[in-house]
């Protein structure tokens, strides 16, 4: 999944790219309203954290013009802890969630997760298929018996991807916006390999090809 961080300070913004990247994000950065507004209104994020305190344009005018502009992409704020009212005033412009800094990066990343949970079609918090369970917290796919199959960052980003968005149409586009950040190169071709990838993990019949669409990851047996 691939998230939006806007945050003006440069040594947390990057300190929370590192982390988020490590958790098997795909992850873009921008450091002031205007560039943050920008990629948020154009780029298909799954969630975006916000700090509300930035340069050139607040971030509470970034979140009500992506509101006003029909945009439903899950936002999480960030706000000085004492600063209830813009806490409010973010709730009421849109915001999904808050979190007060100083805060603990482990809260931050089990509130994202909650909200990714819930915009995702797929709620729920153990993803499985077939004898498979997804092991988010270590990226891995774990089996009954506790064998554990190693999965690249690629290959377990693609693969959540699909597990969160089970039974419908994806296509190669859109899966390489998701896994791939803004400045990555994406090549549709790539994803072909790592479908195979997963598909010598999963069983053939789990990625179905649909031509000239892309691909459907089936939930059923």
Request: proline fraction near 3%; charged fraction near 30%.
């Amino acid at each position: 999944m691939r998230l939006l961080v806007v945050e003006d300070d440069a040594d947390l913004g990057e300190r929370l790219r590192a982390r988020l990247v490590a958790e098997g994000y795909a992850v873009d950065l921008a450091r002031d309203g205007i560039d943050g507004g920008h990629l948020g209104a154009t780029e298909p994020y799954d969630a975006v954290i916000l700090d509300l305190g930035l340069p050139r344009k607040p971030g509470l005018g970034v979140l009500r013009d992506w509101r006003a502009a029909g945009l439903r992409v899950p936002v999480l704020i960030l706000t000085a802890r004492d600063g209830w009212a813009e806490r409010v005033e973010g709730l009421q412009a849109g915001a999904d969630d808050y979190l007060g800094k100083p805060f603990h990066v482990e809260e931050l990343i089990a509130r994202l997760q909650a909200l990714l949970r819930r915009a995702a079609p797929a709620q729920d918090l153990d993803l499985r298929v077939g004898d498979w369970r997804l092991d988010e917290a270590r990226q891995c796919l774990v089996d009954a018996a506790g064998t554990v199959q190693t999965l690249t960052a690629t290959e377990f980003r693609l693969l959540r991807y699909f597990m969160r968005h089970p039974d419908v149409v994806l296509s190669k586009t859109r899966l390489s916006e998701h896994v791939y950040e803004y400045d990555a190169e994406r090549d549709s071709n790539v994803i072909e390999v790592y479908v195979r990838r997963l598909r010598g993990l999963l069983g053939n019949d789990r990625i179905e090809t649909r031509r000239g669409q892309g691909y459907v990851f089936r939930s059923g047996d």
